[in-house]
């Protein structure tokens, strides 16, 4: 449409200077001695116009003329902009495919413009941990560090390391990428595990608080790395009285209560000698929860009142009239009471419901005690025979 428009403003210009030709009367004289020459007005007009024109041109492609170098520099330069963002996309595309050699190869060698240089290198780097090409991911982390991406680079340095099970090294990353970003999230993660790894429990502990106030772990990965922190920070303080018993009332209840916290406790407690508490830390948590690690456990601590341990045994033996453990650990306290006609019986009971090497064991120990080496050397065989099935 545009181009019929141009089109009709020119044809209308032509016709409006054809009839101006025809009808205007005026002339130019140009004199330059001895020579003169007359030409129409219109005429001159149109002379002086087309040399403005044909000046503006000539100029225009003087100044292209001019300029061709850079403009043939310039286009160089597109096309290789091209070329470059098209190896980039490439090498993304190889690492999205978990094509990890060409994606390496491709982002590994990529040179472009500064920002984009250190993203290209530590995607590398972790193409070349897939590969498991050390010396190459190192290369490429030294050489994101050096354009500009030092953060991404020591975030997956840390993790590598990890991976690798080296905790100590991965903390010097961690460190370092702190330093830049003290409360990045991901940071913050690793450097819990780590932590973990290396035992540090404290920190483990106050790095979980910061995590879980920032919404930062998935409930049940929270939930389950605060039992493991309350269980080492328990078998840490099992050296210290004082210590122990003010961090065990620090603990939530319904942690208190979860098997794994409570047999961390009940073992602490044990340690210092504070049977009766691990008694009552045992208890609580079977009132809550049954498990038979608890329960076996239960029959190792030597409380003021073994009568009481006995008659809270056998109170769970009614709600849990075939557990093999619970009656291997009444076993086990009527033993230490002497009491052996009930602890025969409630072994035999046991071993009727499900064999065990430990049962055999305890019913070899039993029969040797009564005299019997015959039958002990039977059990004991039997022992043997479920650890070497095992």
Same mark, same amino acid.
């Given at each position: 449409m545009r181009w019929l428009i141009s089109l009709l403003i020119i044809a209308v210009l032509a016709v409006a200077l054809a009839m101006a030709g025809r009808y205007d009367p005026g002339y130019v004289v140009l004199v330059y001695p001895p020579w003169r020459m007359e030409i129409s007005f219109i005429g001159f007009v149109l002379a002086v116009v087309g040399m403005i024109v044909g000046g503006i041109v000539l100029l225009r492609l003087a100044m292209l003329t001019l300029n061709l170098p850079s403009i043939v520099r310039e286009q160089r330069e597109r096309r290789a902009a091209r070329k470059r963002d098209e190896n980039f996309v490439g090498g993304l595309r190889a690492y999205a495919e978990y094509r990890y050699q060409d994606a390496e190869q491709s982002l590994g060698q990529w040179l472009g413009d500064e920002a984009r240089i250190g993203l290209a290198r530590v995607l590398a780097a972790r193409a070349a941990q897939e590969m498991r090409a050390v010396a190459q991911r190192e290369r490429h982390i030294q050489e994101a560090t050096e354009h500009g991406a030092e953060l991404a680079a020591q975030l997956f340095e840390a993790e590598a390391r990890l991976d690798a099970k080296d905790a100590t090294a991965a903390l010097v990353a961690i460190n370092?990428?702190?330093?830049?970003?003290?409360?990045?999230?991901? $940071?913050?993660?690793?450097? +819990?595990?780590?932590? &973990?790894?290396t035992g540090q429990w404290d920190e483990a502990e106050r790095l979980l608080d910061a995590l879980i106030r920032s919404n930062a772990l998935e409930p049940g990965v929270a939930a389950q790395s605060r039992r493991m922190v309350y269980a080492e920070n328990l078998k840490r303080r099992a050296e210290d009285d004082r210590g122990l018993l003010e961090y065990w009332k620090k603990i939530p209840a319904d942690f208190k209560a979860d098997p794994w916290v409570a047999r961390a406790g009940a073992r602490a407690f044990m340690q210092r000698g504070g049977h009766d508490t691990a008694l009552d830390v045992l208890e609580t948590a079977l009132g809550r929860e049954w498990n038979e690690e608890l329960v076996a456990l239960y029959g190792e601590v030597r409380g003021s009142s073994p009568t009481r341990?006995?008659?809270?045994?056998?109170?769970?033996?009614?709600?849990?009239p075939r557990d093999a453990q619970l009656? $291997?650990?009444?076993?086990? +306290?009527?033993?230490? &009471?002497?009491?052996w006609g009930k602890a025969q019986s409630y072994l035999e009971a046991s071993l009727a419901i499900a064999a065990s090497a430990d049962g055999h064991i305890?019913?070899?120990?039993?029969?040797?005690?009564?005299?019997?080496?015959?039958?002990?050397?039977l059990h004991y065989q039997k022992a043997l025979a479920l650890c070497r099935a095992q």
């Open positions: 370092r990428a702190k330093e830049m970003a003290p409360q990045h999230t991901a $940071l913050l993660r690793l450097e +819990l595990k780590a932590r &973990q790894m341990q006995i008659e809270q045994a056998e109170k769970w033996l009614h709600a849990q009656l $291997l650990t009444l076993t086990q +306290l009527c033993s230490v &009471q002497q009491l305890r019913m070899a120990e039993l029969k040797t005690q009564s005299g019997q080496p015959g039958e002990a050397c």
